[in-house]
Structure formats: structure tokens, C-alpha cells
């Protein structure tokens, strides 16, 4: 008889990605959450029902569950927490003690997850969780500080956090989608590990040893030590190859808000964070201190290559085609090109109005003409020159873009708005024959997220909500190229 498979929670589901890339072999999912909040119709949860069955998903908000915390406990056990969540950015503020802290911050998401993680008896062995890597580098005015607030709070709970930003491409998926992977370890303790034990249960399921030669080997996979051979090598070093080192000591998460600047995140691409005890003279002395180590890594890959063009459909639907008809390809054109615009606003207007000849009037010229001599000419128009002097007026630039989309290369990143009428700057665009062009139908986006065919397909839904489903996805194979080393992880520890 096989190893039972794994038992799984999927918050923010999607339409299944997670459980899709995770399989059915090591894993079985038992409980399962997706909820759009302000819309009527739940296109999401219909669609993940319809593919998985309606057993153990639920169509409600996540903070049903989570306030009160009575609620936590109606989740079935599980060993594995998934799930991809929206960067939210917490406030710039000190708790009552002075620590960094977002306790009693309602509606960001992070909480929610949180509370699940610290309620739960027993608490997941691991935590994987997907965001866009901004998360490491956020808010603008504090870099990092978002980060440091989610390292903090699983290390409270008994957990060792690893982070990888990959890139799909760049493992030869036929999309350009980067997004940071967290990855949580249960460990029995820390600070107050006697309570913890009782908690989160005797294994450790993250890395043993946090000295140099086995992080290395852990985080990168390599180690020049005589005794590499010894140490194990992490879920991420597993299933996705990098070059890197860490030449850098480890560091302590600060508490200090003033070491969040808008200069620069303390976070790297790749890391592991924990909690150790501060020694003098080699010996364990207190307190218990949060810390990190953290490199810059790029991957190490030399496989095949998926592209654009691999996904395309033989035969499309007409509906898709451009054509230049009230200028919309030339309009497509210019939204691709370099931008050196300028920018009004909207609580501005009624002063730009008041400035002789109407200086609001020329800006939605020039935003509505799609043309570069037209903004290159406003720029020594007495009105835009009034509006300068008066602070009115900010910069625009924005560089080229290849267009139409190159077909022999991986795809850019899927976005919500990726089916419409209107030009987006941001929606693909390609040559399908000389001299024709069209958008992106579903099923291709589907493809380049790596779901099967047809995936989104359900009664009423239009394409658009099929593009906006598929650009809140996360690529399949990246879970899928993980899963394995992850269930062998959990497996290893558990004998």
C-alpha cells in the first residue's frame, strides 16, 4: 500500500490552480476557499466546483472563518496551507510595546491567513503561499516593512520561513509571470518552545542546521564543504536550480521601524528566516532574536523552452482580429511605443479649467489623440506652461514595448484586462498572418498559465471574465515542479 496522500486547505483558490500543480498523488485536498468580494455572480467558485466537485469548498469570505476564531476550527485538519493572496500594505505605526505589528489592521488579508495558522490545533506542518514580489519591497515609504510583518508572525507561531521569487519563464513555462513563494516550516518551539511543542507536535520540518554550509546547501543547493554531502537540499534548491551565494552574514529582522526606509528592501530574492537565541561566549544566554539570511539568486536552468506561439490556437475566432478601422492599430501602436506625456489631477481639473484658454481642455486632447507630436507641441503651449508654474502638471514616461508580441518567446504576464474592446497597453497583441493582427482568445491564456484547455469554459461567463480569472492565476507548473519535493519533505520528517 502507497503513503497516504497528504491533506490540503486551498485559500483563495481561484479556479484551482494550487490543486491543480499540487496533483492527486502525494496530496489530497480537503477544504478549499474562494470568494470575490463585491460580485454578484461567483465565476470562480462555479468554475472550481464544476472541475473538482463542491465537497469541502466553501463560497464565503475568509473572515467568516476567522472572526470570532471559533470559526478556525471548522476547517478540516491538514498538514499542507496554500494559497495566493493580494499585497496589501499595513501601516507605517507602532504598537502600544513599540513593536512592528498589525494587530487590529481590519480587512487585510494577511491577518485572516494568520489567524487560521495561530487557531488551528493542530497547526499545518507547512504554509505555501504565492504573492507578486513587490510584497518583499513594499510600502514605498518603509521598503520591506510588509515582509518583515509576515516573517514576524509565523516565526511567532513556531515557524521557519524560506522565500523564493521565481520567474516561470525562466524555467521554461511559456509565460513571464515572477511572483514570490513563501514556504513555512513547523518546527516544535522557539522562545517558549515548551508551549509550542505542545502545539505544533516534536518534528521540525524545516532546515536543521542555520549555520553557512548547510543554508547554502539548503537555499542554493551547493555547498563547498567536505561535508555537503551530509545536508539536505530545500523544496525550492530541488525543483528550481539557481546560482547564487551567500556571501553575506545573517542578519536580525528589525523592530526598528526606522530601518524601514524608502531606500531599500533588506530582502533579497531567495532567504530563510528564524529565531535563535543570542550567545555569549558560545553560550545560550537570551533573548530569543528573529533572523534572516537572505542573496540575490537567478536561475540555473538549460531545458526546453515553451513560447508564445506553442499556445496559439490553429484556428481563431474572428471576433479577435484588429484592424486599423477609427485608427485602433495606430492607437495600439502608440499605447506600445515610448511615452512623454503629462499627467493632471482629477481633484486639479477645475483649476486647469481656470487657466486662459482651458488647460484641461488641451490634456484630454493630447490623452485622446494617441499621438506623440501632439504631446511633444503641448509642451510649449502657454497653457501647459501656466499649469506648470502653478504645480498643476506631473511627468509621464513609460518606455517601448515590442509590438506586436513576439510569438518565438515566452508570453509577458497575463493580466486581468486582457480581453477587451478598449486598448491597453497591456494586453498582447500579435501578427497571426503578414499584416494581421489579434488579441488573445481564453483558452490561449489558459495555456499560458498551464491549465487545461477549456478550463474556464462555464455556462453565462463571458471571455472576459475568462481573461480576468486567468490573470489572477498563478502558472500551474510552477506547483507542479514543487509538489513532489514537498510532499517527500513533509514525508521525510514525519518517520
Known amino acids: 500500500m502507497g503513503a497516504q496522500r497528504i491533506p490540503v486547505a486551498e485559500l483563495f483558490a481561484g479556479v484551482g490552480g494550487f490543486r491543480l500543480g499540487l496533483g492527486d498523488d502525494d496530496f489530497r485536498v480537503v477544504w478549499s476557499n474562494q470568494w470575490e468580494p463585491g460580485e454578484k455572480a461567483q465565476w470562480a467558485t462555479g468554475i472550481y466546483e464544476e472541475r473538482f466537485g463542491s465537497e469541502g469548498h466553501t463560497g464565503n469570505s475568509i473572515h467568516d472563518f476567522t472572526h470570532p476564531k471559533d470559526g478556525v476550527a471548522d476547517i478540516p485538519d491538514h498538514d499542507l496551507l496554500v494559497g495566493g493572496f493580494p499585497c496589501q500594505d499595513y501601516s507605517v505605526a507602532r504598537t502600544i510595546s513599540g513593536e512592528l505589528g498589525i494587530k487590529g489592521e481590519k480587512g487585510k488579508l494577511w491577518v485572516d491567513i494568520a489567524r487560521i495558522i495561530r487557531h488551528k490545533r493542530p497547526r499545518p506542518k507547512v504554509v505555501l503561499l504565492e504573492n507578486v514580489p513587490r510584497l518583499l519591497n513594499s ?245 501647459y506652461l501656466e499649469g506648470l508654474e502653478q504645480g498643476l502638471i506631473y511627468q509621464y514616461t513609460a518606455g517601448a514595448m515590442a509590438y506586436p508580441d513576439p510569438l518565438d518567446k515566452p508570453s509577458r504576464t497575463v493580466v486581468t484586462a486582457e480581453i477587451g474592446k478598449s486598448v491597453s497597453r497591456m494586453r498582447h497583441v500579435i501578427e497571426y498572418e503578414e499584416g494581421k493582427f489579434r488579441g488573445l482568445m481564453p483558452l490561449e491564456l489558459e495555456r499560458l498559465n498551464m491549465f487545461p484547455d477549456n478550463w474556464t469554459e462555464y455556462e453565462g461567463i463571458s471571455d472576459s471574465r475568462r481573461g480576468f480569472l486567468m490573470g489572477n492565476a498563478l502558472v500551474v507548473g510552477v506547483v507542479e515542479r514543487l509538489a513532489a519535493h514537498l510532499a517527500g519533505l513533509i514525508r521525510r520528517r514525519e518517520e
Open 139 to 383: 510600502p514605498a515609504n518603509a521598503r520591506g516593512l510588509n515582509f518583515a510583518i509576515i516573517l514576524n508572525d509565523l516565526i511567532s507561531m513556531g515557524y521557519e520561513v524560506e522565500w523564493r521569487v521565481i520567474n516561470a519563464a525562466d524555467y521554461g513555462m511559456p509565460q513571464q509571470r515572477s511572483r514570490v513563494f513563501i514556504l513555512a516550516y513547523r518546527t516544535p518551539g522557539g522562545g517558549s518552545a515548551g508551549e509550542r511543542a505542545r502545539i505544533n507536535g516534536p518534528q521540525k520540518f524545516g532546515l536543521k542546521q542555520k549555520i553557512r554550509g548547510p543554508m547554502s546547501k539548503w537555499l542554493l543547493g551547493k555547498s563547498t564543504s567536505k561535508t555537503a554531502s551530509k545536508w539536505e537540499k530545500g523544496p525550492f534548491a530541488e525543483a528550481f536550480p539557481v546560482i547564487g551565494e551567500l556571501s553575506k552574514p545573517y542578519e536580525e529582522i528589525s523592530q526598528d521601524l526606522g530601518t524601514y526606509t524608502s531606500k531599500s528592501s533588506p530582502f533579497d530574492n531567495a532567504g530563510y528566516a528564524w529565531q535563535k537565541q543570542t550567545m555569549i561566549d558560545g553560550r545560550k544566554i537570551g533573548p530569543w532574536v528573529n533572523v534572516f539570511w537572505t542573496t540575490k539568486v537567478k536561475a540555473d536552468y538549460d531545458g526546453e523552452y515553451q513560447t508564445l506561439g506553442d499556445v496559439l490556437v490553429d484556428k481563431h475566432d474572428p471576433n479577435y482580429e484588429l484592424d486599423n478601422e477609427n485608427g485602433l492599430l495606430d492607437r495600439y501602436a502608440y499605447m506600445k511605443g515610448e511615452q512623454k506625456e503629462w499627467r493632471i489631477r482629477k481633484e486639479d481639473a477645475d483649476k486647469a479649467r481656470e487657466i486662459e484658454g482651458d488647460l484641461w481642455a488641451l490634456y484630454q486632447k493630447c490623452t485622446r489623440g494617441y499621438r506623440t507630436d501632439w504631446w511633444a507641441d503641448s509642451r510649449e503651449d502657454p497653457r
